[in-house]
């Protein structure tokens, strides 16, 4: 299966006490990097569930760390182009990556030890897994990552964390169910310059907060190279297409439709919206402190969804989030890239790798050892992996990532209905009044696919 990749992220970097498995002749060496030795009996074993292009990063990432070890890979795609840049990706390139880290650790200079799936099903009923990443296409997360909860594994999910507003709880009840650790790919919360800015706010530097305006990506980018092949095709060799399918609706295989280019069709993605709503409106909650609910209300939203015969996904778009407290959150692609906060005091703007204030007094700010401090991790990958040992919540945990998504999926439903406001209920999860957008907060399931039960 293919990944979640946002505009530019490519070069971006069964109990409590489960134990870990012991994979024979490893030699830990620091051919990766690795700082530290650690046995092959002590490491955190890991399957990676969907290795085109953020999967292969994110692969790259575990590989570094030296208390993990990958033991398998799955893809429905055994190997072809097509993915970021026209790259080639898949099961096999996974496969060979992780054997040559591996085999870069023996005196032999090879390792045979890696297994490759074509159905994630095989990859979770392994008894020797303690964690898998999950990196596929949106309309693929909520049934791995329940199946993954059920065989008592912890998780490492891409964002966008869901498909729809259901299948969001879904996962987040699943992860409290079972006790399992559960790191959502929201990564600019391991960025130190989001985590500043959230702490000035939160500490009042800008005074009474009122707007928060995010900026995110517009348009539907050309990531795979395939836009010139929307047309039906027969289906490649190594390519399990309807597994691929999944739940979404039976359509006609075409290179456009699949791989990274899969985000600009409703049916398995919501677009820049939710591509990049994992990111900016999740770190605007953070900085707003309102990680654990979500507005009131949607209003002013609109929408240009360019006419084209397969990508369907908004192009240009705004729409604004309500809370309680009358703070007004904007989502557009016109608005600054990164976050902007305001209050009657001034603004702080954080955008990846950076941040500034409205003044000099206010960016300098020290926040004092009684003030609120947020969750510090400067590794994203490398928090997972501490959580899964301490059995500690993680910097970016479902929950929040199911709250900030939620907005971006009323967002999407507003625009696509045209509604001038849609009125939601943060405790109950539901839309007031409107049967129709209602119907929108989940997506009927292709047979014999189902959303799995605990």
Not at 191 to 208: M, Q, T, Y
Not at 220 to 248: H, M, N, Q
């Amino acid at each position: 299966m293919n990944e979640n990749l946002s505009q530019g992220e490519l070069s971006q970097a069964d109990s409590a006490n489960a134990g870990v498995t012991a994979i024979p002749e490893i030699v830990p060496a620091s051919a990766l990097g690795r700082d530290g030795k650690v046995a092959p009996s002590n490491r955190i074993t890991v399957g990676v569930i969907g290795t085109g292009n953020q999967g292969l990063n994110d692969l790259r990432e575990f590989l570094r760390d030296e208390r993990v070890q990958v033991v398998a890979v799955c893809d429905v795609n055994k190997e072809s182009p097509g993915y970021w840049n026209g790259a080639v990706a898949g099961r096999e390139p996974a496969k060979r990556l992780v054997e040559a880290a591996y085999g870069a650790e023996k005196a032999s200079g090879h390792y045979k030890g890696c297994d490759a799936y074509n159905d994630f099903r095989d990859l979770l009923a392994r008894k020797d897994i303690d964690a898998v990443e999950i990196a596929t296409p949106d309309h693929w997360h909520v049934i791995p990552v329940i199946e993954a909860c059920k065989a008592g594994m912890d998780i490492y999910c891409q964002k966008p964390l869901s498909l729809t507003v259901a299948e969001g709880r879904a996962m987040s009840d699943a992860v409290k169910k079972t006790n399992r650790i559960l790191q959502v790919g929201s990564q600019q919360r391991s960025d130190p310059h989001f985590r500043r800015a959230c702490e000035l706010v939160r500490n009042g530097r800008i005074g009474k907060l009122h707007t928060v305006r995010c900026g995110l990506p517009g348009g539907r980018p050309d990531f795979g190279k395939t836009a010139e092949r929307k047309k039906p095709e027969p289906i490649p060799a190594g390519f399990d297409y309807d597994f691929w399918l999944g739940s979404a609706p039976e359509a006609p295989y075409s290179p456009a439709r699949c791989h990274v280019n899969f985000r600009w069709i409703f049916d398995y993605s919501g677009g820049q919206v939710t591509d990049w709503g994992g990111h900016h409106p999740d770190c605007a909650q953070w900085g707003m402190g309102t990680d654990a609910t979500g507005p009131i209300e949607i209003r002013n939203a609109s929408a240009d969804f360019a006419p084209d015969e397969l990508w369907d996904t908004a192009t240009d778009f705004h729409f604004e989030a309500i809370y309680e407290n009358g703070v007004r959150l904007i989502i557009s692609n016109k608005e600054k890239s990164g976050v902007t906060w305001e209050g009657d005091a001034g603004w702080v703007w954080a955008n990846r790798g950076e941040h500034d204030a409205s003044t000099k007094e206010i960016k300098e700010s020290i926040i004092a050892d009684n003030e609120t401090h947020l969750y510090k991790s400067d590794d994203h990958f490398r928090n997972f992996i501490d959580c899964v040992i301490s059995r500690k919540e993680p910097v970016a945990p479902v929950e929040t990532a199911h709250r900030s998504i939620t907005i971006c999926h009323l967002g999407n439903i507003a625009m696509r209905l045209k509604r001038e406001s849609l009125k939601w209920d943060p405790a109950t999860e539901q839309i007031i009044g409107d049967t129709e957008a209602s119907k929108m907060l989940h997506r009927p399931y292709r047979d014999p696919w189902k959303l799995p039960t605990i």
